[in-house]
Structure formats: structure tokens, C-alpha cells
């Protein structure tokens, strides 16, 4: 036996949908509009500080985070310390390679990169805005699985990497603030 519903239960099954979509909607707006948002508008990267053995990695990172809240934010950045609000510093402290998967032979071809590092907020006042002694990133990346190109493909995994990792950063210093 089909049991079919009245007109007016469907709309009132409509009307009732329609609110409960709109009391969601309503919370998530009020709660966003209640974002606290810090009296800055110009950021200084620091050069940051390279503890590894791997070279050049402080630019490639230095860059890339500089790139990174340029996408990521409206604030505007300065190579100026003393005319920002806020300077963002900072230290890579790990920057390791494991491989996971293996391809032809024992070669890796997938790695599990591993970025530790220290990274700090501070404004004009010295007042900490945000602080991570203890930064990680992790992710898998592929790299070429032929054994004569390796050292070829590793400057372009390392801007990945970089690039990954100071969108990371960027994004856990928005979310703190």
C-alpha cells in the first residue's frame, strides 16, 4: 500500500527544511563576522635562519613564505622591519627525506618530506602574536624515478616543498590569529 502525504504536509515539510537551512546559514555568518582581526597591515618576512646541512634552503623558504602571504592575505609586505606592523621570523631547524615507496630497484621514488622549524609572529611592540618552537610539515612527494636525472629533480622538489611548507605556515598564523 502507497501511502502518499497531503500538499500541505509537504509544504510544511518544506517550510521546516527551509528554516533549519537558514537558522545553519545564520550561525555560520554570525560566527564569522565575529573573527578577530589584529590591527595590521604591513608584514616584514625576516631572512630566516638555515640549522640544516641542505643549501640555500633559508631562501628558498624565505621566498616562498614571502610569496605565500602575498597569495594568501591583503596584507601588504615590506622588506623594512621598522615600517611594519608585524615582522614574521624564524629558523629551519630539520629538513629531512625518507623514502616510501621504491621504484626499479632500491631507488626511491616517493618521499616522505619531513620540515621542523621555528616561527614567530611579533609587532611593532614586540607583543608575540604567534609562536611555534616546533613547526612541522609533512608530505609525500614523487620524485624522478630515473637514478642519471635525481640530482636534476631535486631543485624543483625542494621550491615544492618550500612552497608547501610556507603555505603551511602562512595558514597556521592566519587560523591563530
Given amino acids: 500500500m502507497r ?5 500541505g504536509e509537504r509544504v510544511r515539510r518544506a517550510v521546516v527544511l527551509l528554516l533549519i537551512g537558514a537558522a545553519a546559514a545564520g550561525c555560520y555568518r554570525v560566527a564569522s563576522r565575529n573573527r578577530i582581526e589584529l590591527p595590521v597591515s604591513r608584514i616584514a ?19 616562498a613564505l614571502v610569496q605565500g ?15 611594519a606592523d608585524a615582522t614574521v621570523s624564524g629558523a629551519i631547524t630539520r629538513l629531512v627525506a ?5 621504484g626499479r630497484g632500491s631507488f626511491g621514488n616517493t618521499y616522505l618530506v619531513t ?7 611579533r609587532d611593532k611592540a614586540g607583543k608575540l602574536l ?10 609525500q612527494y614523487v ?16 621550491e ?18
Avoid: G
Avoid at 615544492?160 to 590569529?177: G, H, K, P, Q, Y
Fill in 69 to 83: 602571504f602575498v597569495e594568501k592575505t591583503r596584507y601588504q609586505l615590506t622588506h623594512d622591519p621598522d615600517a
Fill in 115 to 121: 620540515v621542523s622549524a621555528r616561527v614567530e609572529m
Fill in 160 to 177: 615544492r616543498v618550500s612552497r608547501d611548507f610556507a603555505s603551511s605556515v602562512v595558514t597556521s598564523i592566519l587560523e591563530n590569529w
Fill in 143 to 158: 620524485l624522478n624515478q630515473d637514478v642519471d636525472n635525481f640530482f636534476a629533480e631535486l631543485n624543483p622538489a625542494l
Fill in 98 to 102: 625518507n623514502p616510501v615507496i621504491f
Fill in 130 to 139: 604567534f609562536h611555534n618552537d616546533r613547526f612541522v610539515f609533512r608530505e
Fill in 3 to 7: 501511502v502518499t502525504r497531503s500538499a
Fill in 45 to 63: 618576512v625576516l631572512p630566516l635562519e638555515n640549522e640544516t646541512s641542505t643549501f640555500r634552503i633559508e631562501q628558498l623558504m624565505t621566498r
